[in-house]
């Protein structure tokens, strides 16, 4: 049984910061994939950026140049750093892994951040 973990999440004032982290317990191959989506009030859950087991990145337009994911594949650990962050990024994040090599997908409980002045 696969288990994801969020922590970081919390309250900021614009152009403030935070880092997200995700500790995943179980077996989730060396290949996998992990990455971060998020869900805004009254909206969809959409990806923010993901990584591979070979350490390829892919963001989202409105991460590009503000929001830094990174693994720690002994750990199997997520982080994403996230700077100069606006009220357009509040909403729940959540951790996203597909294992390997069955690509099951599998999704933390979520950590809320709120960007307000």
């Known amino acids: 049984q696969v288990h994801l973990v969020e922590s970081g999440g919390g309250s900021v004032q614009p152009g403030g910061s935070l880092r997200l982290s995700c500790a995943a317990s179980g077996r989730i191959g060396d290949n996998n994939r992990m990455g971060w989506y998020r869900q805004p009030p009254g909206g969809q859950r959409v990806l923010v950026a993901l990584?591979?087991?070979?350490?390829?990145?892919v963001y989202a337009d409105y991460a590009k140049g503000r929001f830094t994911i990174s693994r720690d594949n002994r750990q199997k650990t997520l982080h994403l750093q996230m700077n100069d962050l606006n009220p357009g990024d509040t909403g729940v994040y959540y951790c996203h892994v597909q294992s390997f090599p069955t690509w099951t997908s599998y999704w933390g409980q979520g950590t809320q951040v709120t960007v307000s002045s």
């Open positions: 990584v591979t087991g070979g350490g390829e990145a």
